[in-house]
C-alpha cells in the first residue's frame, strides 16, 4: 500500500509519529511486531515544515564516532542549514521506530523528497 504525505505546515513531530504507526503496521488488523507491512511511504515538502524558534536553537542531535573527544552536537538549525528538513524528518521517524534488527528496513520504505 502507498502512502503520500504533504509535510507544508506540518510539525515534524507530528508528521514522523503518523509515518512511525504506518511503517510498524500499528493501524492494521494483522499487526505483528515481528513482521514488516508490505507500505511505501512518500512525503513531501520537507523543507516547508513549520519549526519552532526555541527548538531550532536548543534541541541537538548527538553524534559520536567512538574515539576520544569526538562527540558532536549540532542543533537543530545546523543540520536544517547543512542537510535540510527531510534529515530532521528522517531522524525523527528512525528514533520512533523500535531499535531491532527490522529497523532499516523499515526506514528503507520512507522516501522524503524537498
Same mark, same amino acid.
Not at 32 to 37: M, S, T
Given at each position: 500500500?502507498?502512502?503520500?504525505f504533504? $509535510?507544508? =505546515? *506540518?510539525? &515534524? ?7 512511525a504507526?504506518?511503517? !510498524? ?6 499487526? $505483528?511486531? =515481528? *513482521?514488516? &507491512? ?5 512525503v513531501t515538502?520537507a523543507?516547508l !515544515? ?10 541537538t ?11 558532536k552536537?549540532?542543533?537543530?538549525q545546523?543540520v536544517?542549514?547543512k542537510?535540510?528538513?527531510?534529515e ?14 527490522l529497523?532499516?528496513?523499515?526506514i ?7
Open positions: 500500500m502507498k502512502y503520500t504533504d $509535510a507544508t =505546515n *506540518k510539525k &515534524p513531530g507530528r508528521l514522523a509519529t503518523e509515518v504507526v504506518l511503517l !510498524m503496521g500499528k493501524n492494521r488488523a494483522d499487526f $505483528a511486531k =515481528n *513482521k514488516i &507491512p508490505d507500505v511505501e511511504i512518500e515538502n523543507n !515544515m513549520s519549526f519552532d524558534a526555541n527548538k531550532l536553537r536548543d534541541k542531535y548527538a553524534s559520536h564516532s567512538g574515539y576520544p573527544g569526538s562527540l552536537l549540532p542543533n537543530m545546523e536544517l542549514d542537510k535540510g528538513g527531510k530532521i524528518l528522517r531522524r525523527a521517524v528512525l528514533g520512533m521506530l523500535p531499535k531491532n534488527k529497523r532499516p528496513q523499515m528503507k520504505r520512507v522516501k522524503i523528497t524537498d
